[in-house]
């Protein structure tokens, strides 16, 4: 099992809005994600900076590469566009982390 870590941004005043929508995570994302191999999945907001930071367990033989096609994950793409920074397509504008430090 890997951990990985990465940074979104949540645009201003999207706080509470963005934490409802992740409360009412819709089932069959959640499906889709643990089907591609992730589980213990968590984001955490830096007040000051509006920076999400992500982090999550995947499987070795994790699919995490073909989300971007899955239809759910699209959706919900869409549906979140409004609260954070994206790309063109509307997918999360993600910042990959580099581990420094690990405490087992």
């Known amino acids: 099992m890997e951990t990985i870590a990465f940074r979104m941004n949540l645009n201003r005043g999207q706080a509470e809005e963005y934490k409802r929508r992740h409360d009412e995570i819709w089932p069959e994302l959640a499906?889709?994600?643990?089907?591609?191999?992730?589980?213990?999945?968590?984001?955490?907001?830096?007040?000051?900076?509006?920076?999400?930071?992500?982090?999550?367990?995947?499987?070795?033989?994790?699919?995490?590469?073909?989300?971007?096609?899955?239809?759910?994950?699209?959706?919900?793409?869409?549906?979140?566009?409004?609260v954070m920074e994206t790309t063109p397509d509307n997918s999360p504008v993600e910042v990959p982390l580099t581990k420094m430090f690990h405490l087992p």
């Open 31 to 82: 499906t889709v994600l643990k089907q591609a191999g992730v589980s213990d999945y968590s984001i955490w907001l830096d007040e000051e900076t509006h920076h999400l930071f992500a982090v999550l367990k995947r499987n070795d033989d994790h699919t995490m590469e073909g989300l971007p096609k899955n239809e759910v994950v699209r959706r919900w793409w869409d549906f979140m566009a409004d």
